[in-house]
Every structure is written in C-alpha cells, then in structure tokens.
C-alpha cells in the first residue's frame, strides 16, 4: 500500500540554524500539506501546496518557513533560523483530490528539538 | 470560524468494554468529519469519514461514527476495545481553505 515517507525521523538543531525537513508524498497525488504538532497539543495546519505553489498557509507559516517541491518526489519544508518554539512533531500528508472532501495520507512525522 | 472540540482529554476502559469519543465541531457549512488515529511514534491513520449521506459511517478496525447535525456532533464508537486500541484520537473538519482542522485529541488507555 502506497504511503507516505519522511525523513529524518527525529532531528535535533540549535537555535538559529536552518533545518529541511523531507517528505515523499504517495506518487499520484497532487496535493500536499505541512501540519505541527507540539508536545501535547493538537495537530495544527501549516501550509498547503498545489501545482507547484502555495495554495493556503497559516498564520504560523510565517517567512522563516518555505515549502519547495524540487523534483517529482520530493516536498521539503524549511525554516531558516529555528527557534526553541519550533521544537515539534511535522507531519507531512498529501491527497488527491484537494479541497475539505480530501482524504489526507499523513506520514510518520518528523521530531524536530531545537536547543 | 471551523474548530473541533473533543472534551475528554484521557479516557480508560477496560478491554472488552464499548467505547464512546466525542467530537464537536463549529462549521457554518456541510461539515467533512474524520476520525484518525495516532498510535505511539506513528503518523495519522485514517478510521473513517462523513460527507453526506447515511449518518451512521463505519470505518477500519470495528469502529463507527454517527454524524449528529443538530448536536453538532460526530462521536467515535465501539462496542468492544481491544487492547491494541490504546492510541490518541483525532477528530478533524475539513475546513475552507484545503486545509485540516483537529480537535485537540484524546488519549485512549486500554487496562487488562
């Protein structure tokens, strides 16, 4: 079954260094989402992506965030200059078709400690 | 503005006992409801969804949700746990602008 993959797994960065965090979404979707969630609190939306741009973000996804898509596979989430704030999980998820019907296929989850 | 609200933080059962989550949502529109489920250092996995239609939806692994429109509600059932049912459970409206809105989530513990 088709899923979708994230790396690294957990990644631990000091604050004010830029981190990338990489997602494959499942091959034939043409949607894809970064979400948050910090310790202990709900699951939150970042940003979403289609053909090649940004669709809708949130107020988190403010300009120390950027989403690229930079070949056929690959969805990257960057921040540029974390802070201790941005320590949480983010899930990246990808659908087909977009809109509020999408069934979302979320990934593992990257742990991002900044310290 | 769309929110979830799943007031229960923690519930314990006991295996073998029936399950009941509960899920409020704010929406002005027909709401798209999902439960997910995330167990220990996993991602989100799908267990069911309302769209339209028959209001009682089934999903994977026994459970069921009932969408209630004039409760504003969508409560997550089922009639008997397993142990492997211990996870934190997400309901979510998809909302407006493509995007996911969670309730804050319940954690579900299973004693022997």
């Known amino acids: 079954e088709p899923e979708v993959t994230q790396t690294p797994s957990h990644q631990v960065t000091q604050m004010g260094q830029e981190v990338i965090l990489r997602c494959v979404p499942i091959?034939?979707?043409?949607?894809f989402y970064w979400y948050r969630q910090i310790l202990g609190q709900k699951v939150e939306f970042l940003v979403s992506f289609y053909n090649n741009e940004i669709s809708e973000k949130s107020e988190i996804f403010d300009d120390q965030f950027s989403v690229e898509r930079p070949d056929g596979s690959n969805f990257t989430l960057k921040i540029r200059s974390t802070k201790l704030e941005d320590s949480a999980m983010y899930f990246c998820?990808?659908?087909?078709?977009?809109?509020?019907?999408?069934?979302?296929?979320f990934g593992p989850g990257t742990r991002l400690t900044v310290t | 503005a769309q929110s979830v609200t799943q007031p229960d933080i923690h519930i314990t059962v006991s295996e073998g006992a029936s399950l009941e989550l509960r899920c409020n949502y704010s929406?002005?529109?027909?709401?798209?409801l999902f439960w997910y489920v995330q167990s220990p250092g996993q991602g989100l996995q799908l267990l069911l969804k309302?769209?339209?239609?028959?209001?009682l939806v089934q999903g994977i692994k026994g459970f069921e949700a009932e969408f209630k429109r004039s409760q504003s509600s969508f409560n997550l059932r089922k009639p008997s746990v397993h142990w492997s049912d211990a996870a934190e459970y997400f309901c979510?409206?998809?909302?407006?602008?493509?995007?996911?809105?969670f309730g804050a989530g319940t954690r579900l513990t299973v004693k022997p």
């Open positions: 979510a409206v998809g909302a407006e602008n493509n995007d996911m809105r």
């Open positions: 309302y769209f339209s239609g028959d209001t």
């Open positions: 929406y002005g529109a027909t709401p798209y």
């Open positions: 998820a990808s659908s087909n078709p977009g809109g509020r019907r999408a069934e979302q296929y």
């Open positions: 091959s034939n979707h043409l949607y």
